[in-house]
């Protein structure tokens, strides 16, 4: 998906809602247990109550992975199932020296490799420059470089001073001379919001992957104000909150209930903003 | 397994080698292609071939990840095989805010999960405290923590200055206020060798995980020197230069022998030191 396909996606649905299939077994609801594949069952329910709402799905692979072989089939048929006018994510924060990146980004993009061709995925800056690399070389995909987490320990290090900048600052101005606007996101944490607005100053074309609205706490309306583009420029993710609104069989619907929500405060936030 | 026991074992076998099982199935030697699962009898055939050399085997996730949901079935039976008196990595770089951090534990630690019961699990460092703290909630397993890697990309943040330190020494000075060395490892490249006395000096007893010899062209004589203890205190890998040493029916045998060259090499260093 390019730049302006996602921008246009985001002013048609009036959405820049992504939904994160952080799909924990041991939450699904009960009728759902008796399931061939009780994670595919719950995921393809989300998606179908959800999928006029989102412009983005994002796995988060830990879910799966943490489900061996088994895992990986089931995240294998949720991203077929993904209809083709949503942005899918690998949320996996994978990187390597240069050819195990290599490996990671044949797992993600390639699908003759592992069955999986996301469109974009969450990358680790730690290992700098040849650990992003490989990510880079697949045409249309996207790599989502962690820059300012909505976790308490992205005090730690992300937000120590390194010369006149804090680190996130540096990571950002650095990532800008590996990939422009067009293949490189970064992730923001909507518990950041004050400086959300630091970094559109320094990055005022890439799309922000914006996790911790919802059970992280994150104030949808401020990361609006701070984050939206003439090109939409956000893409806000919602897990929890969506997921396990319910654990009854009115999962999808009170699923639905709670992305409705979200959208139609995005649309309001929207209408505020002249399209690029 | 314990700091003691890990120690005992580098002493018994007169080796701190780790044989990194970066499994490509492109490389594989033509006659295992018939096997039924190629990959594993690679790996059953160099593990026969060095486990009395090695005192660790490190799996590099992203090659069994690469193969999907069969490369995870190859990666249960490879560390299924590894005999108990060698130390296991599972070299993943996860890392993550804590909810997903802990299903990433559970995936590498958990036997009840994805079928997998490592010692050990490389952790990126970038998203802070949390996002390390679930690894260590599992008695009797260990993190190894990225501090200064192998490849050319750690100039990019790793060996930026914050405060009076680079990056790569406060992650190391933090992470002690996390967990004793008991359970925490650092990753320090062969390639940054002039930098491991220095290492040395703020983390006098942690094992570092020491990957960069061979292929990267790190010298083993100079990480010996700078980085043994008097409990050995290093894991020193070597992956491609034994793994691929030849592509014919030979492999394991000249796997060994690759192998064996650095046993032999470590059992002098080693007899320079004091068992603590």
């Avoid at 994002?58 to 089931?74: H, L, T």
């Avoid at 195990?100 to 800056?125: E, H, I, K, M, Q």
């Avoid at 919001?193 to 309306?221: C, H, K, M, T, W």
Wanted: proline content about 5%; hydrophobic content about 40%; aromatic content about 10%.
């Amino acid at each position: 998906m390019t730049y302006s396909e996602l921008s246009n996606l985001i002013f048609e649905k009036k959405s820049y809602l992504c939904v994160g299939l952080d799909t924990d077994p041991r939450k699904l609801p009960r009728h759902l247990l008796t399931e061939p594949d009780p994670v595919f069952a719950f995921n393809k329910a989300i998606i179908d109550a959800t999928a006029d709402l989102a412009v983005a799905y994002k796995p988060n692979i830990a879910f799966y992975e943490a489900q061996g072989p088994r895992g990986w089939e089931s995240l294998q048929k949720t991203l077929d199932y993904i209809p083709a006018n949503c942005f899918t994510i690998a949320d996996a924060k994978r990187g390597d020296i240069g050819n195990t990146s290599d490996l990671y980004a044949r797992t993600f993009f390639d699908p003759t490799a592992a069955g999986l061709s996301f469109d974009s995925v969450t990358v680790a800056p730690y290992m700098g420059r040849d650990s992003v690399l490989p990510f880079l070389a697949y045409e249309g995909k996207w790599i989502i470089l962690l820059a300012l987490t909505s976790n308490s320990g992205s005090a730690d290090f992300q937000r120590q001073q390194v010369g006149d900048q804090e680190l996130f600052e540096m990571v950002i101005d650095t990532a800008h001379t590996w990939a422009g606007p067009d293949k490189l996101m970064f992730v923001v944490g909507a518990t950041q919001a004050d400086e959300l607005s630091r970094i559109r100053e320094i990055a005022p074309d890439n799309f922000l992957l914006v996790p911790g609205v919802g059970a992280q706490g994150g104030s949808l309306e401020e990361v609006s104000r701070r984050g939206l583009t003439a090109s939409g420029g956000l893409l806000v993710n919602a897990s929890r909150s969506i997921l396990y609104a319910s654990d009854g069989i009115d999962f999808a619907d009170r699923a639905r209930i709670e992305a409705k929500a979200l959208q139609e405060e995005m649309a309001k936030h929207l209408a505020n903003i002249t399209k690029f």
